[in-house]
């Protein structure tokens, strides 16, 4: 369509001859027959005497490619002429549309270059006449605006200047000359490039250090290079033809197969490692790299590159077993028996562990010195592989520590026996260095539960156990209680974490007050502040399960110091102003670290609340352990009128001398006591006779737990002073407390009721 349009206004005659000739280019299949067909046109159709194309060969020349007209012609073919001519030539030349006409009158030296093909005819006096040097030509241009050609013609047949009809088909077989031109460079470039990389890709397939095979998806092999020759130690004419199967390891098949189904169902690459057989029978390891090359019919060859790893396999698996094991026993150590543990425990199959160390090795090494204990560390190994069953792994976990593997157990009695048939088995004495060495063994124990992500989870509880063992006695054997037992968890070391953020920033701590009422009047005399911790997420958390990591982790200190000021801040509340003292628990761990009198008086002072507000209340545990620095502590915190109050009194040590010699002001009888004391005689007797004690010291009792009507009438009757529980109050937050109050005289300035009778103080006379 484009073309008629050029055409349009072109001689019916013509149109037609042109329009066949662009039809027969179409089947034409080199360019020289493209070329010759357009020349014809031009001469025949148009009705020039001759003409000539140039093409722009690769180096920037142009060269005559074809020629029509009359006979001698043909000479012209392969005359090759500079760009910088051609562009001279163009330049000079008048501008006739795409066309470019050079007249006879125009500077002749430009042109005098011109190879020419017949004799020149005499000139006419005709202005519109041909003239012999006149010159008309077609530039052809690239898309990149590069000349690609020239198209030269000569006189018309007509003997006068082309006509505009003529100019207009010479442009359009220009036109389609360019065209034919530039599909002809780019199948050349395309023919170049395809045989150059061809080369490339030969070059490297036959030279390259790795070896290459090509493999039909039926396996068959169509070609391998020498480097793969050289590898499987066959000649290329026994590997082409056989099946790529023929020198593959056996126990690798099935993983070569789904390799090359991979790449058949459209994956781009694959990579595995296999092992090979030469044809000596030895086997190397290798790295095999599985692509494929789909050609144009369809079909598919795969590409198989081949690098030896034998020697890297050798060192990674000498690094690995060096990882996983005991360079004096030879046996797995802590990591290798970790990872066969969670092999197994990932399988779902249940597993007992062994864990111990052995009785007196210290003494062995320090006074026969270290070679001696590694002597013995290694009679211990072969011992314990001897009478154990062979389905066992015995592991050296470090120093005298040794670890075994019972696979499939998930009985802590069997586990039981197996340690003491390593114990009967180190009871005869072990020669070393001339001497006969009795030894034994203390033995942890645990299984397996699908609880257990890991290894090292049954590792640790098994560890765990030999600590229980050892609080036991040397030599025992002792399965893991998890009742008995607390392990350190990832959430609970998150917990310390979150804890330690709070009491930095101070946030998320209250305090809920429990009311402490006289048993004789029935008042509200006092009240235990009980500090409670709002966590971010998990909501307010019990103190059983604060504590423990506050104590652990050394944060009981700051804890406690901040729950003081948080209790002394309740005391001053509306609520405690109309009942009295507040009573403060108070760490073991906070004592003797000369801190707790300062930051009591200190706090003390800022809220300007008499010491009497103010009780102390010290675990008997605590106490009995407690250093002599401690212990001058609590005199200093008694000598400010801070009472001094025993808790948990009869669970602990329950040490007499406590109560002689410290300043307590109150006992609190633990709930454990009261619990039962309305239906045991037992216990009120218990009950009874610290009441009198107490009572015969001038020292206030505080019965715990109160939570019924006939345990309040029964420590009543019993002489105790004073009484807390669910009976009276519970906890309860302070803040709420103070805000339920709305008009309540202030006596905080009043003396508070106090447990604390008069008593002689340490080294005073009464």
């Given at each position: 369509m484009q073309l008629e349009r050029a055409l349009a206004g072109v001689d019916r005659p013509v149109l037609e001859g042109v329009l066949s000739v662009v039809r027969r280019l179409g089947s034409s299949g080199s360019l020289r027959q493209t070329l010759d067909l357009i020349l014809d046109g031009i001469v025949r159709v148009v009705g020039f005497d001759a003409a000539a194309v140039n093409v722009t060969t690769p180096n920037g020349e142009l060269v005559v490619e074809a020629v029509a007209g009359p006979p001698g012609i043909e000479r012209l073919l392969g005359t090759v002429r500079p760009m910088s001519f051609w562009r001279?030539?163009?330049?000079?030349?008048?501008?006739?549309?795409?066309?470019?006409?050079?007249?006879?009158?125009?500077?002749?030296?430009?042109?005098?270059?011109?190879?020419?093909?017949?004799?020149?005819?005499?000139?006419?006096?005709?202005?519109?006449?041909?003239?012999?040097?006149?010159?008309?030509?077609?530039?052809?241009?690239?898309?990149?605006?590069?000349?690609?050609?020239?198209?030269?013609?000569?006189?018309?047949?007509?003997?006068?200047?082309?006509?505009?009809?003529?100019?207009?088909?010479?442009?359009?077989?220009?036109?389609?000359?360019?065209?034919?031109?530039?599909?002809?460079?780019?199948?050349?470039?395309?023919?170049?490039?395809?045989?150059?990389?061809?080369?490339?890709?030969?070059?490297?397939?036959?030279?390259?250090?790795?070896?290459?095979?090509?493999?039909?998806?039926?396996?068959?092999?169509?070609?391998?290079?020498?480097?793969?020759?050289?590898?499987?130690?066959?000649?290329?004419?026994?590997?082409?033809?056989?099946?790529?199967?023929?020198?593959?390891?056996?126990?690798?098949?099935?993983?070569?197969?789904?390799a090359f189904a991979a790449i058949l169902?459209?994956?781009?690459?694959?990579?595995?490692?296999?092992?090979?057989?030469?044809?000596?029978?030895?086997?190397?390891?290798?790295?095999?790299?599985?692509?494929?090359?789909?050609?144009g019919d369809g079909d598919t060859t795969i590409v198989s590159q081949v690098v030896d790893i034998t020697e890297r396999k050798k060192s990674a698996d000498q690094i690995d077993y060096q990882r996983t094991h005991d360079s004096l026993t030879d046996l797995p150590n802590r990591v290798g028996i970790t990872e066969a543990i969670t092999r197994l425990v990932r399988q779902g199959r249940p597993v007992g562990v062994l864990f111990g160390d052995v009785d007196r090795f210290r003494t062995v090494n320090s006074g026969l010195g270290r070679d001696a204990g590694d002597e013995l560390l290694i009679a211990v190994a072969g011992r314990m592989q001897r009478v154990l069953p062979p389905q066992c792994v015995v592991a050296r976990v470090s120093g005298d520590e040794f670890a075994v593997l019972v696979p499939d157990e998930d009985r802590t009695e069997r586990l039981r026996e197996l340690g003491e048939a390593i114990n009967a088995a180190l009871d005869d004495p072990v020669e070393v260095q001339g001497m006969g060495l009795?030894?034994?063994?203390?033995?942890?124990?645990?299984?397996?539960?699908?609880a257990h992500r890991n290894g090292d989870e049954v590792m640790r509880e098994a560890e765990h156990s030999l600590g229980a063992a050892k609080e036991r006695r040397r030599g025992a054997v002792e399965a893991y209680d998890a009742t008995a037992s607390r392990l350190p968890t990832r959430a609970a070391l998150q917990l310390e974490q979150d804890l330690r953020e709070a009491v930095d920033r101070r946030t998320g701590?209250?305090?809920?007050?429990?009311?402490?009422?006289?048993?004789?009047?029935?008042?509200?005399?006092?009240?235990?502040?009980?500090?409670?911790?709002?966590?971010?997420?998990?909501?307010?958390?019990?103190?059983?399960?604060?504590?423990?990591?506050?104590?652990?982790?050394?944060?009981?200190?700051?804890?406690?110091?901040?729950?003081?000021?948080?209790?002394?801040?309740a005391a001053s509340n509306a609520?405690?102003?109309?009942?009295?003292?507040?009573?403060?628990?108070?760490?073991?761990?906070?004592?003797?670290?000369?801190?707790?009198?300062?930051?009591?008086?200190?706090?003390?002072?800022?809220?300007?609340?008499?010491?009497?507000?103010?009780?102390?209340?010290?675990?008997?545990?605590?106490?009995?352990?407690?250093?002599?620095?401690?212990?001058?502590?609590?005199?200093?915190?008694?000598?400010?009128?801070?009472?001094?109050?025993?808790?948990?009194?009869?669970?602990?040590?329950?040490?007499?001398?406590?109560?002689?010699?410290?300043?307590?002001?109150?006992?609190?009888?633990d709930r454990s006591f009261i619990a039962p004391i309305a239906?045991?005689?037992?216990?009120?007797?218990?009950?009874?006779?610290?009441?009198?004690?107490?009572?015969?010291?001038?020292?206030?009792?505080?019965?715990?737990?109160?939570?019924?009507?006939?345990?309040?009438?029964?420590?009543?009757?019993?002489?105790?002073?004073?009484?807390?529980?669910?009976?009276?109050?519970?906890p309860t937050d302070a803040d709420e407390l103070a805000r339920s109050v709305t008009d309540v005289p202030d006596t905080s300035r009043a003396r508070p009721e106090t447990p604390r009778r008069p008593r002689p103080g340490p080294g005073r006379s009464a």
């Amino acid at each position: 369509m484009q073309l008629e349009r050029a055409l349009a206004g072109v001689d019916r005659p013509v149109l037609e001859g042109v329009l066949s000739v662009v039809r027969r280019l179409g089947s034409s299949g080199s360019l020289r027959q493209t070329l010759d067909l357009i020349l014809d046109g031009i001469v025949r159709v148009v009705g020039f005497d001759a003409a000539a194309v140039n093409v722009t060969t690769p180096n920037g020349e142009l060269v005559v490619e074809a020629v029509a007209g009359p006979p001698g012609i043909e000479r012209l073919l392969g005359t090759v002429r500079p760009m910088s001519f051609w562009r001279e030539v163009l330049n000079s030349a008048e501008p006739w549309g795409d066309l470019r006409f050079f007249s006879h009158e125009r500077d002749q030296s430009v042109v005098e270059r011109f190879e020419v093909w017949s004799s020149r005819r005499r000139a006419s006096l005709d202005p519109e006449a041909w003239h012999p040097e006149d010159s008309l030509l077609a530039p052809m241009w690239g898309g990149d605006g590069n000349l690609i050609g020239v198209i030269s013609v000569d006189e018309p047949r007509s003997g006068r200047r082309p006509a505009s009809e003529q100019c207009t088909v010479l442009e359009v077989f220009a036109a389609q000359a360019a065209k034919a031109i530039l599909d002809a460079q780019a199948r050349q470039a395309t023919d170049l490039d395809r045989r150059d990389a061809e080369t490339r890709w030969r070059l490297a397939f036959e030279y390259s250090p790795t070896g290459i095979a090509l493999v039909r998806p039926n396996r068959g092999v169509v070609e391998v290079n020498d480097a793969l020759v050289a590898m499987l130690g066959r000649s290329r004419e026994e590997l082409i033809g056989a099946s790529w199967l023929d020198y593959t390891y056996p126990e690798d098949i099935a993983k070569d197969n789904e390799a090359f189904a991979a790449i058949l169902a459209g994956q781009t690459n694959v990579q595995l490692e296999k092992r090979f057989v030469r044809k000596d029978g030895t086997v190397f390891w290798a790295s095999v790299h599985i692509g494929s090359m789909r050609h144009g019919d369809g079909d598919t060859t795969i590409v198989s590159q081949v690098v030896d790893i034998t020697e890297r396999k050798k060192s990674a698996d000498q690094i690995d077993y060096q990882r996983t094991h005991d360079s004096l026993t030879d046996l797995p150590n802590r990591v290798g028996i970790t990872e066969a543990i969670t092999r197994l425990v990932r399988q779902g199959r249940p597993v007992g562990v062994l864990f111990g160390d052995v009785d007196r090795f210290r003494t062995v090494n320090s006074g026969l010195g270290r070679d001696a204990g590694d002597e013995l560390l290694i009679a211990v190994a072969g011992r314990m592989q001897r009478v154990l069953p062979p389905q066992c792994v015995v592991a050296r976990v470090s120093g005298d520590e040794f670890a075994v593997l019972v696979p499939d157990e998930d009985r802590t009695e069997r586990l039981r026996e197996l340690g003491e048939a390593i114990n009967a088995a180190l009871d005869d004495p072990v020669e070393v260095q001339g001497m006969g060495l009795r030894i034994g063994m203390t033995i942890g124990a645990t299984v397996s539960t699908p609880a257990h992500r890991n290894g090292d989870e049954v590792m640790r509880e098994a560890e765990h156990s030999l600590g229980a063992a050892k609080e036991r006695r040397r030599g025992a054997v002792e399965a893991y209680d998890a009742t008995a037992s607390r392990l350190p968890t990832r959430a609970a070391l998150q917990l310390e974490q979150d804890l330690r953020e709070a009491v930095d920033r101070r946030t998320g701590f209250a305090v809920h007050l429990q009311p402490i009422i006289n048993l004789e009047s029935g008042a509200e005399v006092g009240a235990e502040s009980l500090l409670r911790w709002h966590h971010p997420t998990r909501g307010t958390l019990p103190p059983g399960e604060v504590v423990p990591i506050a104590e652990e982790s050394g944060l009981i200190v700051p804890l406690g110091l901040h729950a003081l000021e948080l209790s002394l801040d309740a005391a001053s509340n509306a609520w405690m102003r109309a009942r009295g003292w507040v009573a403060v628990n108070v760490s073991g761990y906070q004592l003797g670290r000369g801190q707790l009198p300062a930051a009591i008086r200190a706090a003390l002072d800022a809220r300007e609340l008499s010491p009497d507000r103010l009780h102390i209340e010290i675990t008997e545990t605590a106490l009995a352990h407690a250093s002599e620095q401690a212990i001058r502590e609590v005199h200093e915190i008694a000598d400010m009128g801070v009472s001094i109050a025993l808790d948990d009194f009869g669970t602990g040590y329950s040490s007499l001398s406590l109560l002689r010699d410290l300043p307590i002001s109150v006992v609190k009888i633990d709930r454990s006591f009261i619990a039962p004391i309305a239906e045991d005689r037992r216990a009120a007797a218990l009950v009874r006779s610290v009441v009198v004690m107490c009572d015969s010291l001038g020292i206030g009792t505080v019965a715990e737990g109160v939570e019924t009507p006939d345990q309040r009438a029964v420590v009543s009757a019993l002489g105790c002073d004073h009484a807390q529980g669910y009976l009276f109050g519970r906890p309860t937050d302070a803040d709420e407390l103070a805000r339920s109050v709305t008009d309540v005289p202030d006596t905080s300035r009043a003396r508070p009721e106090t447990p604390r009778r008069p008593r002689p103080g340490p080294g005073r006379s009464a």
